[in-house]
């Protein structure tokens, strides 16, 4: 059974950084990635890691948040530097099997506040 499961969300000043973790189980994947929703709004994507090792960012969080893989602890981390009040969201780890669009698994989430 698949499971993904987030840690290390909080609430953290702006400015200041966090780092989040994906602790899968189950299978390995073909890419793995982080979304963000934030209250009223759609889920958005964050950052992607694929199997081979290149790195997927979207232009709101490059240059400040860093991807990367744990492959001997099977996790993903997501490095948040230089934190703003609008990273604010509930962020998701997801994972792909394929190579197709859509993931196929998703973590429960974990709130990343970010206080001005």
């Known amino acids: 059974q698949v499971q993904l499961v987030e840690s290390g969300g909080g609430l953290v000043q702006a400015g200041g950084s966090l780092r989040l973790s994906c602790a899968a189980s189950?299978?390995?994947?073909?890419?793995n990635a982080w979304f963000r929703q934030a209250p009223g709004k759609e889920r958005e994507f964050v950052a992607a890691?694929?199997?081979?090792?290149?790195?997927y960012y979207s232009d709101s969080v490059k240059g400040r948040f860093t991807i990367s893989r744990d492959n001997a602890k099977n996790t993903v981390n997501l490095q948040m530097n230089s934190l703003k009040p609008e990273d604010t969201a509930v962020y998701y780890c997801?994972?792909?099997?394929?190579?197709?669009?859509?993931?196929?698994?998703w973590g429960q989430g974990t709130q990343v506040t970010v206080s001005s």
């Open positions: 890691i694929s199997s081979s090792g290149g790195t």
């Open positions: 997801a994972a792909r099997v394929g190579v197709g669009l859509e993931y196929d698994y």
């Open positions: 189950g299978r390995t994947f073909s890419r």
